[in-house]
């Protein structure tokens, strides 16, 4: 497809169970970011990969947290024994590489989360 | 520490009205300032303002940057109910991570 692409569109797990969340980017785009959106809260910021450098994860709540993006192309968000404020919508974007502007994201529909 | 504001945090307009969105900024080595507009799931992106006075228009909504007040704006004239979105701001840092604003929902009422 040529957007970006999330799955699962929704997961529904048990506290304590460990999820992964994937995100296939547009193609040629360098730059990938995970955001997380509560409920009437705006985006918070988790990580960013760009190209082969190490990726910025100053965004991250806690070690239980991690992602990996392999080949620099398909990216997965593992949240291991979740809790439940980890409930949220979990974003990806991608963009074309840095400039020094910001280039625009562009947005998957995201992973609703819910945490039994 | 970096940040980015939006007010109102919500709006209820009918439609035909003139709205005007604001987002104030306070990022280390600004950039630039990003609109999107999300509806159901995926924000979409609309405008990318860098220099402060000039005017980003596209059909009823305009954008423009003040780097003095740090702050921008984002009109919506005529508004339709299609318009009913969250209206969401954000500013690159110079790492090229994104602050974004909780947003402005704003609904337009027929």
């Known amino acids: 497809g040529a957007g970006v692409s999330q799955s699962p569109s929704n997961k529904v797990t048990e506290k304590g169970k460990d999820v992964e969340l994937r995100c296939d980017p547009i193609?040629?785009?360098?730059?990938l970011y995970w955001y997380r959106q509560s409920l009437g809260q705006g985006l918070e910021f988790l990580i960013y990969f760009q190209g082969n450098s190490a990726p910025d994860k100053s965004g991250l709540p806690s070690d239980r947290f991690s992602a990996e993006r392999t080949g620099g192309s398909v990216s997965t968000l593992t949240i291991q024994r979740t809790q439940q404020e980890d409930s949220a919508v979990y974003l990806c974007?991608?963009?074309?590489?840095?400039?020094?502007?910001?280039?625009?994201?562009?947005f998957g529909d995201g992973t609703r989360l819910s945490i039994l | 520490e970096d940040k980015v504001v939006q007010s109102p945090l919500s709006l209820v307009v009918h439609e035909g009205d003139t709205v005007t969105l604001n987002c104030s900024y306070e990022v280390t080595n600004f950039r630039s300032l990003l609109w999107y507009k999300q509806e159901k799931k995926a924000p979409t992106f609309l405008f990318m303002l860098?220099?402060?006075?000039i005017e980003k228009k596209s059909g009823r909504l305009s954008s423009i940057l003040d780097k003095k007040e740090l702050s921008s704006i984002l009109n919506i004239t005529a508004t339709q109910t299609g318009d009913s979105a969250i209206y969401l701001c954000?500013?690159?840092?110079?790492?090229?991570?994104?602050?974004f604003g909780t947003g402005t929902s704003l609904t337009v009422i027929p």
């Open positions: 954000a500013v690159p840092n110079t790492g090229n991570q994104f602050y």
């Open positions: 860098t220099s402060s006075g």
């Open positions: 974007a991608s963009s074309l590489g840095f400039t020094g502007l910001g280039q625009p994201q562009h």
């Open positions: 193609s040629g785009h360098t730059a």
